[in-house]
């Protein structure tokens, strides 16, 4: 213990800085790591609301220092897989109301591993149609009708209305266009109708507005259709408001909330990141929505995050409201991860050493106090020869310790004057023992 207290900087301290370093840098990448600098969001056509949104996420991500890939996709089904799919690399996406909680029954709910961030925009559902006016979805009955392709949010959403308006595939042709290729099939006349879930300012409903003779389906009865699907919602379409001539009058639109989702193993921060752009990009006004009104978090289809309550409410935390977004993340773990193990290391720097002192003072102690109990029975009474030559042997037992104890330096002044008051007493005893 003696040879361990003298070489305290290498048998104490620097294995106490080593743990702490390791000890930090298991936390760091383990427990704590710091967020990638690159992540991805899978959209839906290039010609989409969810495409726009994202170039304009890219650049507010790129502000922050992290690169945001954009992934096109068929539509919100395709999202969603990409999602579930560690091997897909998507990270974030837009997903259409509808295809979670919402959208299915109570048994067949949605368990992925899928959570929501934010609602950041109302996505009506367009009917087109060209020359005709439609009411009702019997009023399809025999068109040539785009619902979009597999994957697409448009498709589930048409296939779910037709199937509760007891419409088969017998009584209408279904294709599989969507976006501008469905705006040139009806401008060519290949198609009747067309039904897709668009944001106004997609530039494919902008497209189809263009084409001549065109209509929007003003249907009856939404309510009992908003009834038997609760991601739907009615809302008023106010006479002029597309363009000069469209809507012709007031009329009602089914409408859905388009989420921002992500993967539930998606590194916190990044989660906050996305928020706090969200809120960013869709803070605005819209057709049918006031500034204010986006980001959201109601009617979700996937559990919320944790972390987008708070962000929503309060904005990001101190730090990264405070630093750039990588600075940030840097000063949270030296305050959280470098700080506590670097007060820890240093107080078992001095706590170490400074109980190894006390264990080698209470030894000396020990020999000061068996060389009292002997001078003071050597003062209190006449010791026999045969106690005198025991007194004696504990001397020199003592004397032989000390002079085998690895002496520290902070110590040598107390042990030389340990083995100066022993010789004192061993003297004492020789010249007991002549008379």
């Known amino acids: 213990m003696a040879k361990l207290y003298q070489r305290k900087w290498l048998l104490i301290r620097l294995p106490v800085v080593l743990a702490a370093l390791a000890a930090a840098a298991y936390l760091w990448i383990q427990v704590w790591p710091m967020p990638p600098d690159r992540i991805s969001i899978t959209t839906a056509a290039t010609d989409g609301a969810y495409y726009l949104h994202a170039q304009r996420y890219a650049e507010k991500f790129a502000q922050h220092g992290v690169t945001l890939d954009i992934q096109s996709s068929a539509g919100s089904q395709q999202n969603l897989e990409r999602l579930r799919r560690p091997d897909a690399g998507s990270d974030l996406a837009f997903i259409q109301g509808g295809f979670g909680y919402l959208g299915t029954s109570f048994e067949g709910r949605d368990r ?5 961030l934010a609602n950041i925009d109302v996505e009506p559902v367009w009917i087109f149609s060209k020359n005709r006016e439609i009411e009702s979805l019997q009023h399809l009955q025999g068109l040539r009708l785009a619902i979009g392709p597999q994957g697409s949010g448009h498709r589930r959403v048409a296939l779910k ?7 088969s595939d017998s009584d209408l042709t279904l294709s599989a266009l969507s976006g501008n290729a469905a705006v040139q099939a009806m401008r060519q006349g290949t198609i009747d109708a067309a039904l897709m879930v668009a944001a106004p300012e997609s530039a494919a409903l902008q497209n189809m507005l263009s084409v001549p003779g065109i209509h929007i389906a003003n249907l009856k009865k939404t309510s009992a259709i908003t009834e038997r699907n609760p991601y739907l919602e009615s809302r008023l379409l106010a ?4 363009d000069t001539r469209l809507p012709p009058r007031d009329q009602t639109l089914l409408t859905t909330l388009t989420s921002l989702v992500a993967r539930e193993d998606l590194h916190p921060a990044l989660q906050r990141l996305a928020v706090a752009v969200a809120t960013e990009v869709h803070a605005g006004n819209g057709l049918f929505h006031r500034t204010g009104d986006f980001p959201a978090l109601r009617r979700i289809d996937f559990p919320i995050s944790e972390q987008a309550r708070p962000t929503l409410a309060h904005g990001l935390p101190l730090l990264e409201g405070l630093l750039p977004f990588w600075w940030a993340q840097l000063a949270e773990r030296l305050l959280l991860i470098g700080l506590p193990l670097a007060l820890l290391a240093l107080a078992l ?20 106090g068996e060389l009292k109990f002997i001078e003071n029975d050597l003062s209190q009474s006449k010791p ?11 001397l020199n037992s003592i004397d032989k310790t000390l002079l085998a104890f690895a002496t520290p330096k902070d110590l040598i002044a107390r042990c030389y004057t340990l083995h100066q008051h022993i010789e004192f007493v061993r003297q004492r005893l020789y010249r007991m023992r002549g008379r």
């Open 161 to 167: 209305l037709l199937e509760q308006a007891r419409m």
């Open 112 to 116: 992925s591993r899928v959570q929501t």
């Open 239 to 242: 006479q002029g408001t597309l």
């Open 349 to 368: 720097m001095r706590l170490i050493p400074a109980y190894l002192r006390w264990v080698l003072e209470s030894r000396v102690n020990r020999w000061y």
């Open 384 to 394: 026999t020869g045969l106690e005198l030559s025991k007194f004696l042997l504990r």
